[in-house]
């Protein structure tokens, strides 16, 4: 097993981004390197794609690392040179959670507890990146961070992703009281944005995908299940801003959108924005996903802890999102299918 050796390069701190290729961490990676800051990331590219770094490849102060978060000398060696950690690594999608709860649940759970023991040990801060799902069926009309978590039936692994999530909010809080871990947390609600892929189910690109090629738009259910779609742009900024103020150590904080839309809504909108032909269609949620399937009817953040804390404010316009993952999409399809092994993998090196 070998480890690359980091050089120190820029005048800026170094981070840690686990889950670095994703999509979200994708974005992150580069504000990083904007920032000054030398980054080393730990993927599995197990979700997350090499292509998604391919802007910033050649960048000096980048260090790309192939493995998992599941593997503690991995994860130590990744962090040894760090001072912070932003932990994006997962298993998410509600359809890849549903078809492979273990999977989730030890990537989840394991892989969280071995980054937060690793940054112990290394005397580095970190920002864990959870979810709103944390919150399950409240549908109340602002969830605020300590609004009541409504969870369904253990034993649908619809749930088992918010049951992870919530030990791991539960774990970095531990750590932090007990053994002096500085650590803050951010739920992400419905963040949208171009290198987002709907393979793993998320409704924005698989509905943009779908208005591309003229095929009818899957809304699931009657459709009028609402989000709150937040930019990727928006977003990313404000977890730097958190993870650096130390007001927030200890503490959670929801990163959402501002406007509350159903599905059906978002369906017609994307139709209308990049004038498809396509029609919409109903699919019940047992055809979508399996039986006893149970959906959020609504989920809308309040986002004034942010706000307070950092200014977060959500600016992004859905139809200026909507046109960026469409032109996205388009780029990649010129480039290859979205599902193709990548050229851009072999820039990853092999540390597992
Ligand atoms: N959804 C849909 N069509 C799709 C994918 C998802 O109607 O092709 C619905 C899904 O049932 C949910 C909403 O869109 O009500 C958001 O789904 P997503 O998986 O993106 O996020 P989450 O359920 O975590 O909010």
Redesign the pocket.
């Known amino acids: 097993m070998s480890v690359p050796i980091y050089p120190g390069r820029g005048t800026g701190r170094t981070s840690l981004v686990t889950g670095g290729a994703g999509f979200v961490g994708s974005h992150l990676v580069e504000h990083l390197l904007d920032l000054g800051d030398e980054v080393v990331v730990l993927d599995d590219l197990s979700t997350g794609s090499a292509r998604n770094l391919a802007g910033v490849a050649d960048n000096p102060r980048l260090t790309m690392i192939h493995g998992s978060i599941l593997n503690p000398t991995t994860v130590g060696q990744a962090i040894r040179s760090c001072d912070r950690v932003f932990h994006l690594a997962a298993a998410v999608?509600?359809?890849l959670i549903v078809e492979q709860p273990l999977r989730g649940l030890r990537i989840n759970i394991h892989g969280t507890e071995n980054v937060l023991t690793a940054a112990i040990e290394h005397q580095a801060s970190v920002l864990l990146v959870s979810t709103s799902?944390v919150y399950g069926k409240n549908t109340a009309d602002r969830l605020r961070e300590d609004s009541d978590r409504v969870l369904g039936d253990p034993l649908l692994s619809r749930w088992t992703y918010a049951g992870a999530k919530g030990i791991d909010e539960a774990f970095a809080k531990a750590y932090c009281d007990q053994e002096g871990l500085d650590v803050s947390i951010v739920r992400l609600f419905?963040t949208v944005g171009p290198r987002q892929t709907?393979r793993y189910?998320?409704?924005?690109p698989?509905?943009v995908g779908q208005a591309l090629r003229n095929q009818p738009l899957?809304?699931?259910?009657d459709?009028r299940?609402t989000?709150c779609f937040s930019a990727v742009e928006d977003v990313v900024p404000a977890m730097v801003a958190i993870e650096r103020d130390p007001r927030a150590r200890g503490e959670a904080y929801n990163l959402g959108g501002a406007r509350e839309i159903s599905?059906l809504d978002l369906a017609h909108e994307i139709i209308r924005t990049l004038d498809s032909r396509s029609t919409v269609e109903l699919?019940p949620?047992e055809r979508?996903y399996a039986p006893g399937f149970e959906?959020?009817r609504r989920?809308v953040p309040d986002n004034t802890k942010a706000h307070a804390l950092v200014g977060y404010e959500p600016r992004t316009s859905l139809t200026s999102t909507i046109m960026r993952v469409a032109a996205d999409l388009l780029s990649r399809e010129r480039l290859g299918s979205d599902a193709m092994p990548l050229a851009g993998a072999a820039t990853f090196r092999g540390v597992v």
């Open positions: 999608g509600v359809k799902e419905n709907g189910g998320m409704v924005l698989n509905l899957t809304v699931f259910g459709g299940q989000r599905i699919v949620y979508a959906d959020m989920r």
